[in-house]
């Protein structure tokens, strides 16, 4: 489909050249509205689950080759003449709901295989009940210990370690984790005491250690589960909003140009 818009564009001779306006530029915008349109059942789609040629696998695979045939429909559609109007929020938003879906493939392609790697067998509820077992050891070794050493350890006991919101997540940073801070303040407490065979402070390090290594592979599974839902939080609401201003831009064009 592209590839024939693309060689009517070059043969077809509209003074001035094609655009909008034009026989052809209509034509082509007629074709884009209907696609934009058919594009946004995909949701309805997938509440009936069907086999064959309209299957959910097909429809779905028809829904990204002609989501991206928009690039050239639409583009020559517009004649290549933007300006700060409804016409060309249409068209950008288009752009930016596509570009979404690109990632969206990229990230269905490649993550659900980090996925599998970064969690080795263990489920999402299996490494938070491993983090929670952790921290009821860190409880019973942090007994022994001062106050003030206890008091470390229960900052990381009782610290969200996933707290920050979405886009904490997405980062994978947490700079002021509860952990990291008392494992270093432990160990610097055991450089500083004498060589005790038995010292507890060598058991929470090593507990510390273990929730250290945990959270970092919870933390880069939550990192990578965001990674494959972030872009429909961009490409939902903005295929509604691509519906409104293409509701404009016709109304626009047919009542006031």
């Known amino acids: 489909m592209s590839g024939v818009a693309i060689f009517a564009y070059a043969l077809i001779d509209v003074q001035p050249r094609a655009n909008g306006g034009s026989w052809y530029g209509y034509t082509l915008g ?5 696609l934009i349109l ?22 779905t695979s028809a829904h990204v080759y002609l989501g991206l045939s928009l690039i050239v429909i639409a583009t020559l559609h517009t004649g290549f003449q933007f300006g700060w109007n409804v016409h060309t929020l249409a068209y950008a938003l288009m752009m930016l ?29 299996q490494m938070r009940d491993a983090l929670r077992a952790i921290d009821r050891q860190l409880n019973d070794a942090a ?17 969200d370690p996933f707290g920050g919101g979405l886009w ?24 500083s005491r004498p060589d005790i065979a038995t010292d507890p402070l060598d058991r929470v390090d090593g507990l510390l250690e273990r929730k250290a290594g945990m959270l970092t592979r919870l933390r880069r599974h939550l990192r990578l589960k965001a990674m494959l839902e972030i872009w429909l939080y961009v490409h939902v609401p903005i295929t509604f909003a691509l519906i409104a201003a293409l509701a404009a831009h016709i109304v626009s064009v047919f009542f006031y140009w």
């Not at 007629?30 to 209907?34: D, F, K, M, N, P």
């Not at 594009?39 to 309805?44: A, F, R, S």
């Open 30 to 34: 007629t074709i884009a509205t209907l």
């Open 168 to 191: 904490r997540r997405l980062s994978g940073h947490y700079p002021r984790c509860a952990t990291d801070s008392a494992q270093a303040a432990i160990r610097a407490r055991i450089g």
């Open 97 to 125: 709901v596509i570009a979404s879906g690109i990632w969206g493939i990229a990230a269905y392609a490649f993550v659900p295989q980090m996925l599998s790697d970064n969690r080795e067998e263990l489920t999402q509820p």
């Open 38 to 59: 058919w594009l946004t059942l995909l949701g309805v789609r997938k509440r009936a689950m069907t086999r064959g040629r309209w299957s959910l696998k097909g429809w």
């Open 143 to 159: 007994q022994p210990l001062d106050p003030a050493d206890a008091a470390i350890v229960d900052r990381s006991i009782d610290q």
